[in-house]
């Protein structure tokens, strides 16, 4: 199994500000995932961060707006930039399992965009 | 494509009762098969998965449910839903990985007495 630490846990910004959210996972993994749970909606994928290359966007989510760092096998940073209350979800991250059979969560930054 | 459908935002249950959440999936490539719940205000736990091999998985407290490929389904039953059952329930697929995951809407459990 993985442990994922993410900090903040939560937040509260002012619009127009940006917030880093860091992810750490105790084991080495290729691939980290960044997901968005917006309020009362299902988890949605915004992009599959890989080390040494550019993060994947999935549609409808752009660099510019969620830039994502992967400097290293454990660790991997989202930045929801230039925000307005309808970013306020709930950001998680995830990695899979070493067989890739399960997927690991972190408990999810709650950001609240006032 | 790859997409999950789950019937029923909210199901409400007798404590005691079956519990039976729906979940269809579409995928073009072995589908790997997820159940999550969610308590609220925290984070996500895997309930049970099928990956390959026998059909019926079991779970945790007391869930299992069936991969049925003819139907294209992968329903999460409980033979008798207690309170604490209460929660978000998501249904999540990977196209023949478990890494990256395509999730329902979820349904929401209410149990009853």
């Known amino acids: 199994s993985a442990v994922i630490s993410q900090k903040p846990s939560r937040d509260i910004c002012q619009r127009g500000t940006s917030l880093t959210i860091q992810c750490q996972v105790d084991?080495?993994?290729?691939?980290m995932f960044w997901y968005r749970q917006q309020p009362g909606q299902s988890l949605t994928l915004i992009a599959t961060?890989?080390?040494?290359?550019?993060?994947?966007?999935e549609s409808g989510f752009v660099i510019d707006k969620f830039p994502i760092s992967r400097p290293n096998l454990t660790f991997s940073t989202l930045t929801v930039s230039n925000m307005s209350p309808e970013d306020s979800s709930i950001y998680l991250c995830?990695?899979?399992?070493?067989?890739?059979?399960?997927?690991?969560f972190g408990q999810g930054t709650r950001l609240t965009v006032v | 494509a790859q997409s999950v459908t789950q019937l029923g935002s909210h199901v409400s249950v007798s404590e005691g009762a079956l519990v039976l959440l729906r979940c269809n999936y579409s995928?073009?490539?072995?589908?790997?098969l997820f159940w999550y719940v969610q308590y609220p205000n925290q984070g996500l736990q895997l309930l049970l998965k099928?990956?390959?091999?026998?059909?019926l998985v079991k779970g945790i407290n007391g869930f299992e449910a069936e991969f049925k490929k003819s139907e294209t389904s992968f329903h999460l039953t409980k033979p008798s839903a207690h309170m604490s059952d209460a929660a978000e329930y998501f249904c999540?697929?990977?196209?023949?990985?478990?890494?990256?995951?395509?999730f329902g809407t979820g349904t929401r459990l209410q149990v009853t007495l």
């Open positions: 995830s990695v899979g399992g070493v067989s890739d059979t399960e997927a690991f």
């Open positions: 084991s080495q993994v290729t691939m």
């Open positions: 961060a890989n080390q040494g290359s550019e993060a994947t966007y």
């Open positions: 995928s073009s490539v072995p589908p790997y």
């Open positions: 099928y990956t390959t091999g026998a059909t």
């Open positions: 999540a697929l990977g196209g023949g990985t478990a890494s990256k995951l395509t």
